[in-house]
């Protein structure tokens, strides 16, 4: 691949992550502005629900109460990402990257600046669905969504990230 289409795909992966953090943050900001503590307000039924919540974990309420840790995790998610976006050859990986990266540094914002304290803050979650599953935000979907388009491609024979093997 040539720098102009290893340019390209880093200026994509910047994009995209830049207004899928907006776009997380919006609604966020929104579900605070607009709903009612714990309270569910039906979208489609009992299909999807809105529900504001404070989460001081990770998904399914893992490492509850250590949110410093999480904050902590996530930082070194974001930075180990930024890094390993230079070598990433192919538009479709940088696209899955800058998603994923919205997600990790969605979540890492709210544990900034959130209440009750710096690197202590607890995350906005706002999207219910049945079956008892945790309340969840856009940031959880860009993470989850992404790992595993990424496990699929990487068992499909693709290289991560679109980076050909490094030759000993």
Do not use: C
């Amino acid at each position: 691949m040539d720098k102009s289409q290893t340019a390209v795909s880093r200026w994509l992966f910047i994009a995209v992550a830049l207004v899928l953090i907006t776009l997380d943050q919006f609604t966020k900001n929104l579900a605070i502005a607009t709903l009612k503590l714990g309270i569910d307000y039906p979208v489609l039924g009992e299909v999807l629900s809105w529900r504001l919540i404070y989460n001081d974990s990770a998904a399914f309420s893992l490492g509850f109460g250590q949110t410093w840790i999480l904050a902590v995790i996530a930082a070194a998610a974001t930075l180990a990402t930024i890094w390993y976006s230079r070598r990433i050859t192919s538009r479709s990986w940088a696209v899955m990257a800058g998603i994923f990266l919205a997600g990790v540094v969605g979540n890492l914002i709210d544990r900034l600046i959130r209440e009750p304290s710096f690197g202590n803050g607890h995350v906005v979650d706002f999207i219910k669905i049945p079956f008892n599953f945790p309340v969840f935000n856009l940031a959880d979907i860009f993470i989850v969504s992404m790992a595993i388009l990424s496990v699929i491609r990487v068992f499909r024979g693709e290289n991560l990230g679109g980076v050909a093997p490094r030759v000993k």
